[in-house]
């Protein structure tokens, strides 16, 4: 046993700490700054974050439009916007979960760098 412990702690010793809540089931779990700083490599793939509602704009194209930020991020890297048919309230803590599609234009000037399709929302209580 001590040789195991010894090993261990030689292996954290190289990789430094780890995050064990990494292997969880919520294990694509994003920051919104990393889903804007990765969207290229996102691209297709459904990803799932928190965050704080700060705008809803309901109804538009069959789709609800939430916008989510979390506290992470600059002006440019700090909002996902989510296209759902479920919708939240400002101020609600909520997790989504998505398909990360970039370059998203709906014609008329609606064009989208980067959104988070298809989401379910899930409202914190």
Same mark, same amino acid.
């Given at each position: 046993?001590?040789?195991?412990?010894?090993?261990?702690?030689?292996?954290?010793?190289?990789?430094g700490?780890v995050?064990?809540?990494?292997?969880?089931?919520?294990?694509?779990?994003k920051?919104?700054?990393? !889903? *804007?700083? +990765?969207?290229?490599?996102?691209?297709? #793939?459904?990803?799932?974050?928190? &965050?704080?509602? =700060?705008?809803?704009?309901?109804?538009?194209?069959g789709?609800?439009?939430?916008?989510?930020?979390?506290?992470?991020?600059? !002006? *440019?890297? +700090?909002?996902?916007?989510?296209?759902? #048919?479920?919708?939240?309230n400002? &101020?609600?803590? =909520?997790?989504?979960?998505?398909?990360?599609?970039?370059?998203?234009?709906?014609?008329?000037?609606?064009?989208?760098?980067?959104?988070?399709e298809?989401?379910?929302?899930?409202?914190? #209580?």
């Open positions: 046993m001590r040789i195991l412990s010894i090993a261990f702690a030689g292996f954290i010793g190289i990789l700490p995050s064990f809540t990494a292997c969880s089931a919520e294990g694509n779990m920051t919104v700054a990393v !889903v *804007n700083q +990765n969207k290229a490599t996102l691209a297709g #793939k459904t990803i799932s974050a928190q &965050g704080k509602v =700060v705008k809803v704009n309901n109804g538009i194209m789709k609800n439009f939430v916008h989510v930020q979390d506290g992470t991020g600059d !002006v *440019n890297s +700090n909002n996902l916007i989510v296209t759902s #048919k479920q919708t939240a400002v &101020g609600d803590q =909520v997790t989504i979960s998505g398909v990360v599609v970039v370059g998203r234009d709906f014609g008329s000037g609606y064009t989208y760098p980067l959104l988070i298809e989401a379910s929302i899930a409202v914190k #209580k």
